[in-house]
């Protein structure tokens, strides 16, 4: 299965700064996706990253506040914008290696203050 | 900081008893489903998968149960053991959304001694 490189593993962030997280896949993969998960909750999808398209996001998020970059097939970066309080959660990127399951990130915990 | 699952339903089983969590999915197209074990600080690890064309699946120590009818999946770990202690999520891939995933809320397994 696909092995996923997230870093950072943690941030201390200031508010009204931004944050960007970096997955790195040891393949190749057409889909990335971007999960965020708050203290305590489950996985909420944050957005899908195609390489050579823009990502395409869910219910609740925005591209101004996440955006994404996917340069190539094997790496994909998350940006956290405007750092508030509630931003602090932990993010994760996932891909579909096409062999069954999904694999994670490590992920990515974000604590604003 | 705060673990993950630390607000999600409880399951206690003492070591070498079987467990069964449960989980009821969403979408009754859903074509995909995923086992996820998730320990503190860590991503989500992949435990068993199993498709809508089946309704179990045996891997080492796990079994996994789909019932279409009513929309619920069962995740059954035999001989609990200490390192099964996490919180454990069921996932599912409607047809036609682009591969992504759904999660459930999520159970917390703890194993006493």
């Known amino acids: 299965s696909a092995v996923i490189s997230q870093k950072p593993s943690r941030d201390i962030c200031q508010r009204g700064t931004s944050l960007t997280i970096q997955c790195q896949v040891d393949s190749q993969v057409t889909m990335m996706f971007w999960y965020r998960q708050q203290p305590g909750q489950s996985l909420t999808l944050i957005a899908t990253?195609?390489?050579?398209?823009?990502?395409?996001?869910e219910s609740g998020f925005v591209i101004d506040k996440f955006p994404i970059s996917r340069p190539n097939l094997t790496f994909s970066t998350l940006t956290v914008s405007n750092l508030s309080p509630e931003d602090s959660s932990i993010y994760l990127c996932?891909?579909?290696?096409?062999?069954?399951?999904?694999?994670f990130g490590s992920g990515t915990r974000l604590t604003v203050v | 900081g705060e673990s993950v699952g630390l607000h999600l339903p409880t399951l206690s089983v003492q070591e070498g008893d079987n467990s069964i969590i449960n989980c009821a999915y969403s979408n009754s197209a859903s074509d995909y489903f995923i086992w996820y074990k998730q320990e503190s600080g860590k991503g989500p690890q992949f435990i068993i998968d199993i498709r809508s064309n089946m309704d179990k699946r045996q891997g080492q120590r796990v079994t996994v149960l789909l019932n279409k009818t009513v929309k619920h999946l069962s995740l059954q770990i035999a001989a609990t053991q200490p390192g099964d202690s996490a919180v454990y999520f069921c996932a599912e891939r409607g047809p036609g959304t682009a591969s992504k995933l759904t999660f459930g809320t999520g159970t917390r397994l703890q194993v006493t001694l």
């Open positions: 996932s891909v579909d290696p096409g062999t069954g399951g999904y694999t």
């Open positions: 990253a195609n390489q050579g398209s823009e990502a395409t996001y």
